[in-house]
């Protein structure tokens, strides 16, 4: 919601700005320098990316305007979660947990937790490295070695999708360029013809300049922002699982093992001591 008021405020500021010093807007709207921007772009994304990534690109485009999904209500439930199943472990022992991370669609646990399910690499991190836990034999620091491997590999993959857009972004000024420096061939094809007609030819090839530095610094730009600030909430979601699970592997009860997990989450996000609680209170 928030990157459309954005986008509303930077395309109405440049529009009232422009037609307080008298500027007429029909000459902005130059179809060929949207077509020659817009279509050097295109094929430049197409270029330098597969279709999985493409794919990827579209969908984090889109998650930029759902906004970011991760908030203090979803780490609360996250600390629930995990507070419930370990103390299913410590109750019952680890062996309790594997009917539960092998079908996790289908455990009671799980579902309780919307959000959490909703995040299919979080669901995934957590089960894989349950699975670890179950099958013995592996020290603390290996654990965190073998989680800190997963962590950097999903991360750099989710990165590659804003990178992707950024690098794109930076490349638009010059695409303008390209489509300035075409208009002004056409114009000196003019230069036997009134000034008028000159004057507008090279209006209309300044704006492609002009369409290809806000496309890149007030359009695409940000927009690869977002996208990747939502990638590293995401990280930050897994390294909460992270230093919860070590820490209980550790030997910590699960009280403690939840609080090492509340002090890895983002202390904008961050749930204070008395409301993980009283969630964990509610929870029981």
Known sequence: MFVLIGLAVVFASIIAGYTMHGGQLLILFQIS???????????????????????RIVQGALATIRGNRISKAAYIELLQFLYEILQLAKREGLIALERHVEEPANSPIFTKYP????????????????????????PPHDLEDLMDIDLETVHQKE????????????????????A??????????????????????????????FLGVLL?????????????????????????IKATLLAFVKGAPPVIAIEY????????????????????????
């Open 159 to 178: 990165a590659r999708a804003p990178s992707a857009i950024i690098t794109i972004a930076d490349s638009l000024p010059g695409l303008g360029i390209v």
């Open 115 to 138: 959000s959490l399910m909703a995040n299919h690499h979080a669901v995934a991190f957590f089960c894989d490295t349950m699975k670890v836990i179950l099958n013995g034999g592996i």
């Open 216 to 240: 890149s610094y007030g359009v695409v730009g940000p927009i690869g922002r977002n996208l990747e600030n939502l990638t590293l909430a995401e990280h930050r979601y897994l390294n909460c």
């Open 261 to 284: 997990g509340r002090r890895a989450i983002d202390p904008d996000f961050r749930p204070s001591f008395q409301e993980t609680e009283e969630a964990l209170k509610r929870g029981r």
């Open 33 to 55: 320098e949207w077509l020659i921007i817009g279509g050097a772009a295109l094929g430049s994304l197409l270029i330098a990316n597969p279709p999985d990534l493409l794919r």
């Open 180 to 209: 300035a420096v075409l208009g002004v061939v056409i114009t000196m094809g003019k230069v036997d013809q009134p000034p008028e007609v000159v004057g507008h030819s090279v209006a209309a090839a300044l704006v492609g300049t």
